[in-house]
């Protein structure tokens, strides 16, 4: 008898990828100003490439971008706190993640996240995703820094 899931977020709970890729182009809409003769779509392009699917730490893939971009009007690590303090406003969940959610809930499940991102930053993305409530009376389990990086 299954009494216990435990998810994932990054991947499972949240469209890493449709959230990346919408946080990025919006990142360079909002500083734009400040690359020169980069246009969107290869700024957007070369940091997915760089991000390797969330294996790569972005303070890594900031530095990267902005040496291979010449991007010098701004710091890598400008860049790098405004993903960090920003990344939670483009959250996606999966479709129909909170109907799921509850319906195991209901079904008197245990409910837990497993995550190896940072801390604050994943809990910003469970709140984000408005499934913090969903998992108030469950458990919340943190690896350390292993082999995948801050999603």
Not at 20 to 35: A, I, L, M
Not at 98 to 123: D, Y
Request: with cysteine.
């Amino acid at each position: 008898m299954i009494r216990a899931i435990l998810f994932d977020l990054d991947g499972t709970l949240l469209n890493r990828d449709e959230s990346v890729k919408y946080f990025v182009e919006n990142q360079y809409d909002r500083f734009c100003t400040n690359f020169e003769f980069i246009l969107k779509e290869m700024y957007t392009k070369r940091f997915l490439e760089l991000d390797n699917r969330g294996y790569v730490w972005k303070d890594k893939v900031y530095q990267k971008l902005t040496r291979e971009m010449d991007i010098n009007k701004v710091a890598w690590q400008e860049l790098y706190e405004d993903y960090i303090t920003e990344f939670y406003h483009y959250c996606i969940p999966f479709p129909h993640l909170k109907m799921m959610l509850e319906e195991l809930k209901r079904n008197n499940l245990l409910l837990g996240i497993v995550t190896n991102g940072m801390g604050q930053f994943q809990m910003a993305k469970i709140k984000a995703l408005e499934i913090e409530r969903i998992f108030s009376n469950n458990y919340y389990l943190r690896m350390g820094r292993g082999k995948k990086a801050s999603s």
